[in-house]
């Protein structure tokens, strides 16, 4: 009977806990719904509904008619294929740049602090200013690019960087690739730095050289930061507005109209909120699917 009450009194006591837990977190979760999950849903209800500003003769319930005709629309194709090329192009350079060179800097060698914190420097610069500094870089009249490739003999005369889309979209790759390449080369260097020194002696002792000590022993221990690090970086690839923004505006001939650039100019220069909504969804779910693929592809059990 007395261990009846004990484990009676043990419950009411957990049970107390418990609630005192939710109502300590409770307006946590009613900022993080009020902030997160209703604009969310409420997101994904307008994405059914067309709501321009400019037409409100059309407005009212669309269903999948607005997916329908977002999808099938020339721009929406045009955006997102910008978008892939400005994606997959990011993610390979400044995977391969940063595994080099965090495993360069994973070695011992003299004055590898002072090496480490200029490398993380660039990651400090603000978005906006970083678009601004690559923009006089790269300007035909006065840019530094110009000067110092002219001086080196690699050109004979001046070049207009932003003169063609294609070249303009390697140009904004390459001031995206400045800046957060350094992120990139600190998550590798905190994984390499992780990794167990016995096994990497092991293949020393096996008789591996350099790259089959990274590809089979460094590589698969290192995938779960490099799942994280992935999905984060595809993420902001897909995202990527602000730069493009400062650079480009999406010219030229909307041949840097990325998809999130293209959602911009529906919602806040078309007023047009429902087709918005619907190009949000579709980027929402874009990055859904890429994530589960990563997480396929890149899934690895536990090493220990």
Same mark, same amino acid.
């Given at each position: ?43 994904? #209800? ?64 003299? #004055? ?22 690559? #923009? ?70 096996? #008789? ?97």
């Amino acid at each position: 009977m007395r261990r009846m009450k004990k484990m009676r009194g043990a419950y009411i006591g957990e049970a107390s806990v418990r609630r005192t837990a939710m109502l300590m977190i409770a307006p946590a979760m009613v900022i993080i719904l009020g902030m997160n999950v209703y604009p969310l849903l409420y997101n994904v #209800g307008l994405s059914f509904f067309w709501y321009n500003l400019l037409d409100t003769a059309k407005n009212g319930f669309a269903g999948v008619r607005q997916f329908v005709e977002v999808f099938t629309n020339k721009g929406f194709g045009n955006s997102l294929l910008i978008t892939g090329y400005f994606a997959v192009v990011s993610l390979v350079v400044q995977t391969v740049l940063g595994t080099l060179i965090a495993l360069l800097l994973n070695m011992e060698f003299k #004055g590898r602090g002072f090496v480490r914190a200029i490398v993380l420097l660039p990651w400090a610069v603000p978005s906006m200013v970083n678009a601004a500094i690559w #923009g006089w870089i790269l300007n035909a009249n006065y840019g530094l690019l110009n000067r110092v490739l002219l001086q080196w003999g690699v050109i004979k005369e001046i070049v207009v960087w932003m003169a063609t889309a294609f070249s303009a979209l390697n140009m904004i790759i390459l001031a995206d690739t400045w800046r957060m390449l350094p992120l990139t080369v600190l998550l590798l260097l905190a994984a390499l730095q992780t990794l167990d020194a016995s096994t990497i002696e092991a293949g020393i002792v096996d #008789g591996a050289n350099a790259f089959q000590r990274f590809w089979h022993i460094k590589l698969p221990l290192m995938k779960p930061l490099l799942l994280v690090l992935l999905i984060m970086r595809t993420t902001q690839t897909i995202k990527v507005f602000d730069i493009i923004f400062m650079m480009t505006g999406g010219g030229p001939g909307n041949g840097t109209m990325a998809i999130s650039f293209y959602t911009y100019y529906a919602i806040f220069k078309n007023l047009n909120y429902g087709t918005g909504a619907t190009l949000s969804v579709a980027i929402s779910v874009i990055i859904l699917l890429i994530a589960v693929l990563y997480l396929k592809v890149l899934h690895t059990d536990d090493p220990s």
